[in-house]
Every structure is written in structure tokens, then in C-alpha cells.
């Protein structure tokens, strides 16, 4: 017999064997599920007797409670209505004597005030005559004082004004005779410039021109290399920049490949 024929023959009866296997399983799993209902039925069954008894104990218990509650109600509310009774019969008496105090204050303090404020008055009316009185005389002393004093300022503002009148005008002439000098020596000098002045002050302003335009020539060719040499640095990235995705676009293709 050949190996093929063996494990064949081991095969068909480990087969047989599992069947007979599971069909203990399943018979035992029957078994355990009916003993499963029996139990789980007595256990609702004795779930129902005791919250059957659990709400007839609760009902009663409830009703009994109410009963309480209502019997203390009662009382509570007929304890309020007395005292209600009661504080409002002080309140009234507590009222009515605060009222009779309160007015038999209030009448001793305005014959208070009324007393305190005529004296006040008489006592205000004496102190301000005397303080009218005197400031009167202060008044008039100052207004005497101010008189006097600005008679004498008047004086000697005058004789000051006249005094810098005069030394302004002395000034003034002074300065206008330097200015008139000044003038004309400057025209004398600008009438007689020599030729040869003359020929070197056209010599310097053609060489401030020369340097002016030498000046402007350097700047344009400064500005102009350093355009061509931003043109040549863009144009380098660009051909790197050109490069560097050729070679990616290379790579990419040998890895597709």
C-alpha cells in the first residue's frame, strides 16, 4: 500500500472520529441549554413573586407616607394661620407706636431747627454786615494804592519809552549807513573784475560741468554691468534650474522602467 493510500486512510478516519466528536458536543450542548431555560424560568419566576410583592409592600408604605404628610400639613398650616395671627396683631400694635415716637421726634426737632436756624440767621445777617463793612475799607485802601502806583508807573514808563525811542533811532541809523557802505563796496568790486577772473571762473565752471558728466557717464556704466551681471546670474539659475529637472525627470523615467 502506497503513502498516498495511508494518509488517505488516516484522513477518512480522523474524519469520522472529529464526526462522532462533534456530535457529543452538540448533544451536550442540548442538554446544557435545556438545564439553562429550567434554571433561567425559575429565576423569572421568582423575579416576579418578589417584585409582585416589593410593589404591594411599596404601595402601602406610600399610602402611608401621604397619610402622614397630610396630617402634618394640616398641622403646619394651622400653626401658621396662628402665628400669622399673632405677628400681625404685634406688628399692628409694634406700627402704631413707632409712628406715635416718630411724630413726637419729629416735632421736637423741627422746633429745634426752627430755634437754630433764626439764630443762625441773626448770627449769619451780624457777620456779614461786618464783613461788608470791612471790605469796603480794604477796597477802597486798594483802589487808593492802584491809583498812586500807576500814576508813578505811568511816569516812569514814559521817560523809559523816550529813553529806547532814542537809542532805537541812534541804531537804526548806525546799521543803515553800514548797509549802504557795504553795498557799495560790493559794486564797486563786481564793476571791476578783471579779465583774467573772469577767464578762470569760466575755466572752473567748465570743469564742474566736465566732472558733472564724467560723473553721470560712471553711474550709467556702474547701473549697466550690474544689470548685465543680475541678467547673467538669472540666466545661470535658470539653466541649473533646467537641469535639475532634466535629471529628476530621468530619474523618474528609470524608475517607471
Known sequence: MGTLTQDMTRLCEEIVALRASREALVGDLAQV??????????????????????????????????????AEVSGMLEGFQKSHGEMAARTRRDNVKFVTDMATEVSGMLAGFQ???????R???????????NNGREVSSLLNGFHDARTK????????????????????????????????????AWNGMSPAMKKAKQEAERKAKAEAEAQAKAKAETERKAKAEAEQRAKEAAEREKQEQSKKKGKAETKTE
Do not use: P, W, Y
Not at 37 to 42: D, I, L, P, Y
Not at 115 to 121: E, H
Not at 165 to 179: F, T, Y
Open 33 to 70: 441549554n435545556q438545564e439553562t431555560k429550567g434554571r433561567v424560568a425559575g429565576m423569572l419566576a421568582e423575579f416576579h413573586r418578589i417584585q409582585d410583592e416589593m410593589s404591594a409592600r411599596t404601595q402601602a408604605e406610600r399610602a402611608k407616607f401621604l397619610s402622614t404628610m397630610a
Open 115 to 121: 430755634t437754630a436756624r433764626t439764630d443762625m440767621a
Open 123 to 133: 448770627n449769619m445777617k451780624k457777620n456779614n454786615q461786618a464783613f461788608v463793612a
Open 153 to 188: 508807573m505811568a511816569k516812569t514808563s514814559k521817560a523809559e519809552r523816550n529813553h529806547f525811542i532814542s537809542s532805537l533811532e541812534k541804531s537804526v541809523k548806525g546799521l543803515r549807513q553800514e548797509v549802504a557802505s557795504d553795498l557799495a563796496g560790493a559794486r564797486q
